[in-house]
C-alpha cells in the first residue's frame, strides 16, 4: 500500500508544475498525512492517560518537519549533539527532549544539561557516576540479553551495544536514586521496521514487569516507560501494515492491569520515527538515459547514495517506484524488468533490481515512495554527488523548499582551513 491514493491524488498531477519550478530531484513530504498519521496515534491512545509520543529527529532532521509535529505537541527524540541544537532552537526544552545516547563523551552530558536540560536516558552503569550534576529525573535504556531477541533488522539484544544489562537494572536505579534522582523513567528499543504489533506489545509487558522488579527491590514508582520506535510501515505492495489500534488497546489494558497491582499507572513514551514520516515522502527524479547491458537500465538524475540510500545498502530494502510521462500521467501498458541506477561509481547505486515496471521514456519522471523516514537522512556525499533538495506540500497545496539542495561549494567548505602543521 506505499504510497496512499491521497497523497498520489495530491501530488502526481501537480509534479510536471512543481518540477519546473523546482527543477529535479527532490523529495516531496506530505504535511496532511503526517498529520493525519500524528493525529491518529494520539486519537488511538486517547485512553492511556499521559501518552507521548517523542519523534525520531533523526528520521527526518529537517526544522519544517520537526514543527509539525511540534504543533501536534510530540516532542523530540534525540541522539547526538546536532539533533540536541536543532530541537532547542525550535524551543524544544526540559521534558519536550528524549535523549537517548550511547558511548557518551563528558562533553555531551554537559551540552544535554544546558538550555533547561532534557530527559536524560543513560545507556551505561558506568555512566552514572560521571555525570554531574546528577538530574532529578533520569531514564535507563534497558537490553533484555537472552531473556528474548528483537527482530532480524536490530539483531540479537546480547550483541547490541545499548543498555543495561537484566542484571545491572536494579543497581543502576540503586546508584541514580543514592545520586538524587528523585523520577524515574524506563526505556527500550528491540526491533526495527516490524510491522507486526505483538512484538511491541510484548516491549510494553517487559518494560512494566521489570517496573514492578524496581518497585519490588527499591520501592520506587515510575513517571513513564518508554517502548521507543521500531514500529514498521509497509514498503511493498501486499505487505499489511502494523496494527496500531491493536497495540493501543492491549497496551492500554496491560496498563491498567499494573495500576491495579501497583497502585498506580506509569506514563507510557513512545519514539516512532518511520511511522510517522516514512509514508509521506517521495523522492522525485528524472529520467536521463535508458541504457541496454547485459540487463536493461533505467538512469535516473540523482544517486542513492544521495537521496535514498536504503536499497544500495540494505539487501532487502524495497521502495515502490511509479513512472511518470512528462504531463505528469502514470505510464500504464507493457512492462519491462529492469535495474534503476544513479550516476555513482559503485555498483550498488540501484534504486531497484530487477523491477518490473511499465516502459520509462527518457525525460518521465520516477517517482520513489515512502521516502520519508531514514531515506534523505542516512544518505552521504560519497563519490563527490549532492543530496537533493526537500520541499514540503503544505495542506493548503502549496509547495515550499524546506531544506535546499547541497552545492558544491557546501561539498569544498571543509577544503577551506587554516595551514597546521606539526613539525
Ligand atoms: C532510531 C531510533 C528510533 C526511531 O526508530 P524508527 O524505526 O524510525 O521508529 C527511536 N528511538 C531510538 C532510541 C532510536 O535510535
Known amino acids: 500500500m506505499p504510497m496512499s491514493e491521497e497523497f498520489q491524488g495530491r501530488l502526481l498531477n501537480r509534479l510536471p508544475e512543481i518540477t519546473s519550478y523546482f527543477g529535479t530531484p527532490f523529495h516531496i513530504f506530505d504535511e496532511k498525512g503526517i498529520l493525519e498519521t500524528g493525529e491518529g496515534l494520539k486519537a488511538l491512545f486517547k485512553t492511556v492517560e499521559g501518552f507521548q509520543e517523542y519523534y525520531a529527529v533523526k528520521a527526518l ?82 537490553n533484555p540479553g537472552e531473556r528474548r531477541t528483537g527482530n532480524a533488522i536490530i539483531g540479537i539484544p546480547v550483541e547490541a551495544k545499548y543498555g543495561l544489562r537484566h542484571d545491572q537494572i536494579v543497581e543502576g536505579y540503586r546508584r541514580a536514586k543514592d545520586r538524587g534522582a528523585q523520577r524515574f523513567g524506563l526505556h527500550t528499543m528491540v526491533i526495527s521496521n516490524e510491522r507486526n504489533y505483538q512484538y511491541m506489545l510484548e516491549t510494553v509487558r517487559m518494560l512494566l514487569e521489570i517496573m514492578e522488579m524496581v518497585n519490588q527491590a527499591l520501592g520506587i514508582q515510575f513517571d513513564f516507560f518508554n517502548i521507543s520506535g521500531g514500529a514498521g510501515i509497509p514498503y511493498r505492495p501486499d505487505d499489511k501494515p502494523f496494527d496500531m489500534p491493536a497495540l493501543a488497546r492491549e497496551s492500554a489494558g496491560l496498563i491498567k492491569q499494573f495500576s491495579l497491582k501497583q497502585g498506580y499507572a506509569p506514563r507510557l513514551f513512545m519514539e516512532s520515527g518511520r511511522y510517522m514520516t516514512g509514508p509521506h515522502g517521495v523522492l522525485v527524479a528524472r529520467v536521463i538515459n535508458r541504457m541496454s547491458k547485459y540487463r536493461e537500465y533505467v538512469g535516473v538524475d540523482t544517486s542513492t547514495w544521495a537521496a535514498n540510500v536504503r536499497p544500495a545498502i540494505y539487501e532487502s530494502a524495497y521502495h515502490q517506484i511509479t513512472i511518470l510521462d512528462p504531463a505528469g500521467r502514470p505510464r500504464q501498458g507493457a512492462q519491462e524488468v529492469v535495474d534503476v541506477v544513479g550516476p555513482l561509481c559503485e555498483n550498488n547505486d540501484k534504486f531497484a533490481r530487477q523491477r518490473s515496471l511499465p516502459r520509462a521514456e527518457i525525460g518521465d519522471l520516477m517517482v520513489q515512495h515512502d521516502t520519508g523516514a531514514h531515506s534523505p537522512a542516512m544518505g552521504s556525499n560519497y563519490n563527490g554527488w549532492l543530496r537533493p533538495q526537500q520541499l514540503l506540500l503544505r495542506k493548503d497545496g502549496s509547495v515550499e523548499l524546506i531544506r535546499r539542495a547541497e552545492t558544491l561549494d557546501d561539498l569544498f567548505a571543509t577544503l577551506k582551513y587554516e595551514v597546521k602543521v606539526l613539525k
Do not use: H, W
Not at 505537541?73 to 535523549?99: H, K, N, T, V, Y
Open 61 to 142: 532532521p529537517t526544522p519544517a518537519i520537526l514543527q509539525i509535529m511540534q504543533k501536534m505537541g510530540f516532542g523530540m527524540d534525540c541522539s547526538s549533539p546536532s539533533e540536541l541544537i536543532m530541537a532547542r532552537q525550535l524551543g524544544f526544552r526540559g521534558e519536550d527532549i528524549m535523549f537517548s545516547s550511547n558511548n557518551t563523551s563528558e562533553a555531551l552530558f554537559k551540552l544535554s544539561a544546558e538550555d533547561g536540560g532534557c530527559i536524560l536516558n543513560i545507556d551505561d552503569l558506568s555512566m552514572v557516576e560521571r555525570i554531574n550534576p546528577f538530574p532529578k529525573l533520569i531514564c535507563f535504556r534497558y
